[in-house]
T-cell receptor, first 117, second 108 residues
Framework: DAGVIQSPRHEVTEMGQEVTLRCKPI?????LFWYRQTMMRGLELLIY????????DSGMPEDRFSAKMPNASFSTLKIQPSEPRDSAVYFC???????????????FGQGTRLTVV | DAKTTQPPSMDCAEGRAANLPCNHS???????VYWYRQIHSQGPQYIIH???NNETNEMASLIITEDRKSSTLILPHATLRDTAVYYC?????????FGKGTKLSVIP
């Protein structure tokens, strides 16, 4: 498996524009996580899905942020309108959970570096 | 808020053991201790986890105190490629809260 795939790797956009980040989780994984990383705040969990259903979005900073998971192999994180303070590295991660396993690790993608100017 | 306390930085000589401490005095009975690391510009990478027993895998060893209020990650023979930020996390799978971590620098 190629691992968690994120696109684009880098995105530069102007303030006010819509930005869409994409993630393809590892096949067979039923959990998907979106994280944001900045120097000031470190790694923050924004939202996670289980079996394509959003379970906890309490980390989403504001209504400008939205995330969807239309199927098991694809998720998007959208920012509309974007602002300079949204500049960060956004990571997607996936994992799976089975009753007979105590814990399984989360696999992270390479991230999308977003710059809003 | 992160439930762990780690030193912000540490140095280790190449080939020596790196011992990274973590305090988690408020850990609950059902919470695991996880360690991840992040090499520059890459996504975090899982290293090891444990509940109350010491654990070892091909990457590292995890020593958890009997009261579970602290733990130590041990990289037995550090290499330059182990230079990274190491995160100690307590919780459950779906609620991994990353703190600031420890920046480990392996010195030649």
């Amino acid at each position: 498996d190629a691992g968690v795939i994120q696109s684009p790797r880098h995105e530069v956009t102007e303030m006010g524009q819509e930005v869409t980040l994409r993630c393809k989780p590892i096949s067979g994984h039923d959990y998907l996580f979106w994280y944001r990383q900045t120097m000031m705040r470190g790694l923050e969990l924004l939202i996670y899905f289980n079996n394509n259903v959003p379970i906890d979005d309490s980390g989403m900073p504001e209504d400008r942020f939205s995330a969807k998971m239309p199927n098991a192999s694809f998720s998007t994180l959208k920012i509309q309108p974007s602002e300079p303070r949204d500049s960060a590295v956004y990571f997607c991660a996936s994992s799976y959970d089975r009753p007979w396993l105590i814990y399984t690790e989360a696999f992270f993608g390479q991230g999308t570096r977003l710059t809003v100017v | 808020d992160a439930k762990t306390t780690q030193p912000p930085s540490m140095d280790c000589a190449e080939g020596r053991a790196a011992n990274l401490p973590c305090n988690h005095s408020t850990i609950s009975g059902n919470e695991y201790v996880y360690w991840y690391r992040q090499i520059h510009s890459q996504g975090p990478q899982y290293i090891i986890h444990g509940l109350k027993n010491n654990e070892t895998n091909e990457m590292a060893s995890l020593i958890i105190t009997e009261d579970r209020k602290s733990s130590t990650l041990i990289l037995p023979h550090a290499t330059l490629r182990d230079t990274a930020v190491y995160y100690c996390i307590v919780g459950v799978l779906n609620q991994l809260t990353f703190g600031k971590g420890t920046k480990l620098s392996v010195i030649p």
